[in-house]
């Protein structure tokens, strides 16, 4: 396999990422990005020896598995058995996608969101974010919008675009707060993308009965 991915988490993210200090639903789509993009994993090598030479015993610089054990230890507590009835595919997924997937406790059901994108949440556990795959249809468009919170998506097949770019499998993106796009699925196939979406934030206003008449007044 040989990717040239121009989309990658930013130097903060991987720091936290081999930290461990990285919060768990970034860190799937970080694990994810990595199954794909050698540029990151070995800065993520040198990250991991960075560490381990500044903690005491750095006698032994090995980086093994425990990372990414360790995330999926976070999502996974318990044994997965394959269930025949899960509607999505897993061939070519990063392992720990693929891991979610098959795992009947998070149960990815598609579910049609609009009339060429499908969404499959997944049960995580997470309360702060939305981890979810999404599929665009070949050539489909969804609806503009924005985000109430920060969204990282990876592309795992085929390839979407919008105002800003063309995003291939293994892509990694950040959308921000109040970045409004609107995606669009490659004309020559589907395209799954894994997100986590931070949760929106509901602040308690408990003086919302004031506020609502002055919204009402009219400026002119
Ligand atoms: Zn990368």
New binding site residues.
């Given amino acids: 396999m040989s990717y040239n ?1 121009t ?3 930013d130097a903060t993210m991987l720091v936290e990422f081999s930290a461990g200090t990285l919060a768990t639903a970034p860190s799937i789509c970080v694990s994810a ?2 199954h ?6 070995t ?1 993520l090598l040198r990250l991991d020896q960075v560490g381990s030479q500044l903690m005491a015993e750095a006698e032994s610089a090995e980086v093994d598995d425990s990372l990414f054990d360790s995330v999926m230890a976070k999502i996974d507590s318990a044994e997965a058995n394959p269930e025949p009835s899960v509607a999505t595919e897993v061939k070519g997924f990063p392992h720990s996608v693929s891991k979610l997937i098959k795992n009947p406790q998070h149960k990815p059901i598609w579910k049609r969101l609009s009339a060429s994108v499908d969404i499959a949440r997944f049960k995580t556990g997470q309360s702060d974010f939305e981890v979810a795959l999404h599929r665009i249809c070949a050539g489909g468009k969804t609806p503009k919008h924005d985000h109430s919170g920060v969204e990282y998506t990876v592309v795992l097949k085929g390839s979407f675009s919008d105002e800003r770019s063309v995003y291939k499998e ?1 892509d ?1 993106l950040v959308r921000q707060p109040g970045d409004v796009h609107q995606p669009m699925g490659a004309q020559n196939g589907e395209c799954i993308c894994l997100s986590a979406l931070k949760a929106p934030i509901k602040l308690a206003n408990p003086f919302g009965f004031l506020m609502k008449p002055l919204l009402r007044i009219n400026p002119m």
């Fill in positions: 991915l989309h990658h988490p990005h990595l794909f993009c050698e540029q990151c994993r800065e293994g990694f």
